[in-house]
T-cell receptor
């Protein structure tokens, strides 16, 4: 069974303290890996799609990278407004659905 | 931008009631999905639809049905609501015309359903 595992479950950082979130996945048949941001009580908001190992995408203080078995979401000098749950999802060939991880709840303390 | 609209943000229903959750998207997307989200379990797929009048079971279809009579609208039906269906329900849509960058999911803002 395809699995997506995110770590850590929760992360508290001081404002300006950089860190990384991890998403590991079942390796074979990857079509694309997605990162979403979700604020409390709202639907997930699309951040990035990565397709192949070595690929990187950036948006403001966030950078997503992909290796053959995992993806990282790096957050540089975070601000309190970056506090949210970050979800990773994988799309496998031959399967129409996305498989989601359970997310990392990120809290940035002013 | 694609917009996916869910008809209600919050709903409270009684056990045994028939419940309809409505989702509309405005960008002619072929594929639509219903997920539920629960703490510690993440997002789980209930049903999805490739196109009008087509539907496929997801991972947890028991107790649910769906309807897609028009391309833009995908309805989730709880035939007889139970307390274990209390959850956040999320609708999503996506384009299905191949090519990279063309198949990202867009989510609605969610419906928080409480069954009492």
């Amino acid at each position: 069974e395809d699995q997506v595992t995110q770590s850590p479950e929760a992360l508290r950082l001081q404002e300006g303290e950089s860190s990384s979130l991890n998403c590991s996945y079942t390796v074979s048949g990857l079509r694309g890996l997605f990162w979403y941001r979700q604020d409390p009580g709202k639907g997930p908001e699309f951040l990035f799609t990565l397709y192949s190992a070595g690929e990187e995408k950036e948006k403001e203080r966030l950078k997503a990278t992909l290796t053959k078995k995992e993806s990282f979401l790096h957050i540089t000098a975070p601000k309190p407004e970056d506090s949210a749950t970050y979800l990773c999802a994988v799309h496998y060939f031959g399967n129409e659905k996305l498989t989601f991880g359970t997310g990392t709840r990120l809290t940035i303390i002013p | 931008d694609v917009k996916v609209t869910q008809s209600s943000r919050y709903l409270v229903k009684r056990t045994g009631e028939k419940v309809f959750l409505e989702c509309v998207q405005d960008m002619d997307h072929e594929n639509m999905f219903w997920y539920r989200q629960d703490p510690g379990l993440g997002l789980r797929l209930i049903y999805f639809s490739y196109d009008v009048k087509m539907k496929e079971k997801g991972d947890i279809p028991e107790g649910y049905s769906v309807s897609r009579e028009k391309k833009e609208r995908f309805s989730l039906i709880l035939e007889s609501a139970s307390t274990n269906q209390t959850s956040m329900y999320l609708c999503a849509s996506r384009l299905n015309r191949g090519g990279r960058g063309n198949y990202g999911y867009t989510f609605g803002s969610g419906t928080r359903l409480t069954v009492v």
